[in-house]
């Protein structure tokens, strides 16, 4: 297979795909048709709109995401963990000539039941390129991986960023508050609460008290929620771990918000580096691709 394909990031809200031209990246299309936002297009005239013009040689596709959820294109079965991150160039999903989805992660047993779709392929350039014991994806859904080697072990999903979402936007702690300004001293401040009490659900209700009694500017609330959120998320998921998320930690996600997981990640004395999910993404289509060409 030659060194020309076409990589997609087909969400529940987004669409990004990427053309390469002997393995670089040379254009580059987005389109707010995710999964949950076709409208009345279907998938197939949504991916020949994305790739016009891109597919004239016959460039292979490799998708992932929400696209081969059940409400996706087609339902792309899980690899069942534990599962080495290789077994997912193995297990692709044809939907078209020369088009696959790369299959989703799932634990499935007492004591935990979890899904991750699109996360897995990040999770496959993360490993490539920065081996760890634990890889954590923060975001909307937090990830959190536990590694053997090549092998996913177990994942957990922390719902972080939903949580902070709600309480800020259709809660008491948030109503009547001004444009909130990104504040590191509040962060920090909500952090220590968040890593060293375990009273997670006491403390939010004095979100809202330490501004109404004037120990917080109100301007800063989001952020001490955050740091209060982050913190307990870090403080639960090395407990959960033990001593294997203490060893070294990669963190998968944008610049601002993978600092605000490295600094939580120190206090918790947990070394940890950082890949951007985009790059993360793209290095894990190209393994993918390398698969398929052998």
Request: one cysteine or more.
């Amino acid at each position: 297979m030659k060194g020309d394909y076409i990589a997609i990031d087909w969400g529940s809200t987004n669409l990004r795909a990427w053309l390469y031209r002997d393995g670089v990246a040379t254009e580059y299309r987005h389109s707010a048709s995710g999964i949950t936002r076709l409208g009345n297009q279907t998938p197939q005239q949504v991916f020949d709109d994305i790739t016009r013009g891109w597919r004239d040689s016959g460039n292979p596709v490799v998708m992932a995401g929400m696209v081969g959820s059940n409400a996706g294109w087609i339902s792309v079965p899980y690899l069942s963990c534990p599962t080495r991150l290789d077994d997912l160039a193995i297990h692709l999903t044809p939907v078209d000539d020369a088009v696959w989805i790369v299959p989703g992660l799932s634990v499935n047993r007492d004591g935990n039941c979890n899904v991750m779709r699109g996360e897995e392929t990040q999770l496959l350039g993360a490993w490539r390129e920065m081996p760890a014991s634990v890889f954590i994806m923060p975001g909307t859904h937090s990830k959190w991986v536990l590694m053997k080697g090549d092998s996913v072990q177990d994942f957990r999903t922390v719902m972080t960023g939903e949580l902070h979402y709600l309480l800020m936007n259709h809660s008491l702690i948030g109503s009547g508050l001004p444009k909130q300004i990104p504040d590191e001293s509040a962060f920090t401040r909500g952090l220590h609460l968040g890593l060293n009490d375990a009273a997670v659900l006491v403390r939010l209700f004095e979100v809202r008290a330490a501004h109404v009694l004037g120990k917080l500017p109100r301007e800063y609330v989001s952020d001490w929620l955050s740091g209060i959120l982050i913190g307990a998320e870090v403080a639960e998921m090395k407990s959960l771990y033990d001593n294997g998320v203490t060893d070294k930690a990669t963190v998968i996600a944008n610049p601002e918000l993978a600092k605000r997981y490295v600094i939580a990640l120190k206090q918790a004395g947990i070394p940890s580096e950082v890949m951007e999910g985009e790059y993360a993404f793209q290095t894990g289509i190209r393994s993918i691709i390398h698969e398929l060409a052998r």
